[in-house]
């Protein structure tokens, strides 16, 4: 959807009076943030060369395909954090906290790519000829989901930063073999955690400035909300592997992303909406009932597969 030069505007004035909340929000990151290296929990001493060959054996470290599939596109959705960085740089001036929030944003989420690669590549947890083939696929054509302004963005960003937590958390639980990649997996998840009660929170604030704006934001994002990692090679096949294996699935993207989002944004007591605002909080409603519906439905058709 394109929007109109006057609703333009509107993101650009929301964006303004949005500095003061970005500046306490930042500083509110960086106290309780916590500093990790990325090398430090990686088992560099299993790690030998690769012979050259393009070959892999996936009996070297045994896993169940879906967690295979949860590694390369939690992994993979980190490499392509640049285009995410680029909509956000592209919507705020560079003197705008946001910005300083961006590149502090940047920093943390490459670390999250060279802990879970160099944990890969020292287990072989995955095959990494193909995993480096379809980065070069992803990185290149630059799919992300896109968002016309940047209230939309950082509504998106709430609801696709929970659900990246919420993925990487229940990845480490499957890595039983040994400690590491718990670990690495646990640490990640805990950033991811940090960042989305950055924008969780920024939204609050946006709700407090421009309710009605906002919820129209909310409801749009809501409505059309598909998981990061688009581009990557065969992803529709690793979300239907991530599912089975009770990684992330349409169930838990309502009970553990979307329910304690709204629940925090507590849209139900805002007060003074006009129509539009009135029109899209009902949305978010239905919205919520057809996400209800859609994670009953593939239940039953996970629960047919596991037991087939």
């Excluded at 805002?270 to 919205?287: F, P, T």
Aim: aromatic share 8%; net charge negative.
């Amino acid at each position: 959807m394109r929007y109109s030069e006057e609703q333009l505007q509107v993101d650009y004035r929301l964006l303004h009076d949005l500095a003061e909340p970005a500046t306490a929000l930042l500083e509110r990151h960086l106290d309780v943030t916590k500093s990790w290296y990325p090398f430090e929990d990686v088992p560099f001493q299993d790690a030998r060369p690769f012979s050259h060959d393009g070959t892999w054996d996936p009996g070297e470290y045994p896993l169940e395909p879906g967690v295979r599939s949860a590694l390369i596109v939690n992994l993979l959705t980190e490499d392509n954090l640049p285009y995410y960085t680029n909509t956000l740089l592209g919507a705020v001036s560079a003197d705008h906290p946001l910005s300083e929030w961006s590149r502090r944003w940047t920093a943390e989420e490459w670390r999250h790519s060279a802990a879970i690669r160099d944990w890969i590549l020292a287990t072989r947890a995955v095959d990494p000829y193909q995993l480096e083939r379809d980065r070069m696929v992803q990185m290149t054509g630059g799919i992300v989901p896109e968002s016309p302004c940047a209230a939309e963005m950082f509504a998106y960003v709430s609801f696709q930063e929970l659900a990246t937590q919420v993925a990487h958390r229940n990845t480490a639980r499957h890595l039983d073999r040994e400690r590491q990649g718990k670990i690495v997996m646990s640490k990640v998840a805990g950033d991811e955690g940090l960042h989305h009660a950055f924008y969780r929170d920024l939204v609050a604030e946006a709700l407090r400035i421009n309710p009605n704006y906002m919820m129209v934001s909310i409801q749009r994002q809501l409505r059309s909300f598909k998981m990061p990692g688009q581009g990557i090679p065969g992803f529709s096949e690793h979300e239907v592997a991530i599912a089975l294996s009770g990684i992330f699935d349409a169930e838990q993207f309502l009970e553990a992303v979307v329910k304690p989002t709204l629940d925090a944004w507590d849209i139900d007591s805002i007060e003074g909406l006009d129509e539009s605002g009135e029109k899209a909080r009902a949305k978010i409603h239905r919205n919520v009932q057809g996400l209800t519906r859609l994670a009953t439905s593939h239940r039953r058709k996970l629960e047919t597969a596991n037991a087939s």
